[in-house]
């Protein structure tokens, strides 16, 4: 039965895989065209190019359908090394099989060639039945290897989202046992991404590229997941803790990262660091008086520094056990004064700019 089903699954993949069904040939020699040309029309559509710059008009015309493309070397106007070189400048060399079909034999030449992405190169005079079976079965084998392609994407894609759900279901149950409800860990990817985008666009020297942002976004919400290991009792104690349940309760840092580390094939994922320096640093200080390792300034990750502070405004204006909600207003005043830890002059800068914005992700969630 699973071989099977795997078998079904790879043939609805092929059919996926585009269907190419045009060959260009491209020769000076109306005679090497047509001997090719005859050797292929009962499976292909067959285009003809006489030198390089028609070659390329047709190749633009038809690059969604080419299935490949016999290129000789010696032409006029445009010869085979200048359209190899124009399909690379325009990633095409990849897409699109090109077989080098040539009577040149000097291996400083079709070294080139080969350095310049071509398939396979077959020599002239040749026999048709055999360069028909040699082309098709490389083919076939391409054909194949972009099948394969998209399977290993898709198997990538499914573990990335069971280990993006997993880890959410770990954050989700953190925020319950933390008596939040899953809407902070919500908001949480919203902040940070507000802030991030804010932060790439103003501060350049962050490096902060736009592919990032939804990634250390949806790193955001595993900053407390380190919290599953900590007790009830100190989690959730209403008053303020003892310094040894302080002590206990700074260790979520590190349980969260040795609980990333444990799950399969995390470490592998772009995600993966952003959401280890977040566990661990998210209550770091720019002053070095934070935890666990007293990192200060730059040298805390700047993902870490946003997430702290997305993490501290979402504590003030929400309602916890130990206190009433703080107005929007009253908590950017408390981060600006230095009342809940001390952040970088830019990191103050994104609340300054950010705070309405901020402010309307909780007015959107009522």
Same mark, same amino acid.
């Given at each position: 039965?699973?071989?099977n089903?795997?078998?079904? @699954?790879?043939?609805?993949?092929?059919?996926?895989?585009?269907?190419?069904?045009?060959?260009?040939?491209v020769?000076?020699?109306?005679?090497?065209?047509?001997?090719?040309?005859?050797?292929?029309?009962?499976s292909?559509?067959?285009?003809?190019?006489?030198n390089?710059?028609?070659?390329?008009?047709l190749?633009?015309?038809?690059?969604? $359908?080419?299935?490949?493309?016999?290129?000789?070397?010696?032409m006029?106007?445009?010869?085979?090394?200048?359209?190899?070189?124009?399909l690379?400048?325009?990633?095409l060399?990849?897409?699109?099989p090109?077989?080098?079909i040539t009577a040149?034999?000097?291996? $400083?030449?079709?070294?080139?060639? *080969?350095?310049?992405?071509? @398939?396979?190169i077959i020599?002239?005079?040749?026999?048709?039945y055999?360069?028909?079976r040699?082309?098709?079965?490389?083919?076939?084998?391409?054909?194949?290897?972009?099948?394969?392609?998209?399977?290993?994407?898709?198997?990538?894609?499914?573990?990335?989202?069971?280990?993006?759900?997993?880890i959410?279901?770990?954050?989700t149950?953190?925020?319950?046992?933390? %008596?939040?409800?899953?809407e902070?860990?919500?908001?949480?990817?919203?902040?940070?991404?507000?802030?991030?985008?804010?932060?790439?666009?103003?501060?350049?020297?962050?490096?902060?590229?736009?592919?990032?942002?939804?990634?250390?976004?949806?790193?955001?919400?595993?900053?407390?997941?380190?919290?599953?290991?900590?007790?009830?009792?100190?989690?959730?104690?209403?008053?303020?803790l003892?310094?040894?349940?302080?002590a206990?309760?700074?260790?979520h840092?590190?349980k969260?990262?040795?609980?990333?580390?444990?799950?399969?094939?995390?470490?592998?994922?772009?995600?993966?660091?952003?959401?280890?320096?977040i %566990?661990?640093?998210?209550?770091?200080?720019?002053?070095?008086?934070?935890?666990?390792?007293?990192?200060?300034?730059?040298?805390?990750?700047v993902?870490a520094?946003?997430?702290s502070?997305?993490?501290?405004?979402?504590?003030?204006?929400?309602?916890?056990?130990?206190?009433?909600?703080?107005?929007?207003?009253?908590?950017?005043?408390?981060?600006?004064?230095?009342?809940?830890?001390?952040?970088?002059?830019?990191?103050?800068?994104?609340?300054?700019?950010?705070?309405?914005?901020?402010?309307?992700? *909780?007015?959107?969630?009522?």
């Amino acid at each position: 039965m699973t071989t099977n089903n795997s078998t079904t @699954k790879l043939q609805q993949t092929e059919s996926r895989v585009p269907q190419r069904n045009k060959i260009l040939i491209v020769d000076d020699v109306e005679l090497n065209r047509a001997i090719l040309s005859e050797t292929f029309s009962d499976s292909y559509t067959i285009l003809e190019a006489e030198n390089g710059i028609e070659a390329l008009k047709l190749v633009e015309a038809n690059k969604e $359908d080419l299935a490949a493309i016999l290129l000789d070397l010696i032409m006029p106007e445009l010869d085979g090394m200048g359209v190899l070189e124009e399909l690379n400048r325009q990633d095409l060399i990849m897409r699109i099989p090109v077989f080098l079909i040539t009577a040149e034999n000097s291996w $400083d030449v079709l070294q080139h060639a *080969y350095d310049l992405g071509v @398939k396979d190169i077959i020599e002239k005079p040749f026999v048709s039945y055999f360069i028909k079976r040699r082309i098709t079965n490389m083919l076939r084998l391409d054909n194949i290897l972009k099948t394969q392609d998209i399977v290993i994407s898709e198997q990538v894609r499914q573990i990335e989202r069971l280990n993006h759900s997993l880890i959410e279901a770990l954050a989700t149950a953190t925020e319950f046992r933390d %008596c939040e409800s899953g809407e902070h860990i919500k908001r949480m990817q919203q902040l940070t991404l507000l802030l991030c985008r804010y932060a790439s666009r103003e501060f350049p020297e962050f490096g902060l590229e736009e592919k990032e942002l939804p990634l250390i976004a949806e790193a955001a919400v595993m900053h407390d997941i380190g919290k599953i290991a900590i007790p009830d009792s100190i989690l959730n104690k209403p008053g303020r803790l003892t310094p040894e349940e302080f002590a206990e309760m700074k260790k979520h840092t590190i349980k969260g990262c040795e609980l990333l580390e444990t799950i399969p094939y995390l470490d592998e994922t772009e995600m993966y660091h952003y959401a280890y320096d977040i %566990c661990r640093w998210h209550h770091e200080r720019c002053d070095g008086k934070g935890y666990p390792d007293g990192l200060k300034g730059d040298e805390i990750p700047v993902w870490a520094q946003v997430v702290s502070l997305a993490d501290v405004y979402d504590a003030l204006v929400s309602p916890r056990v130990y206190k009433a909600a703080y107005s929007h207003e009253k908590a950017r005043e408390m981060i600006l004064n230095g009342e809940c830890g001390t952040f970088s002059p830019k990191i103050l800068q994104c609340l300054k700019a950010c705070g309405d914005a901020m402010e309307a992700l *909780y007015q959107e969630e009522s």
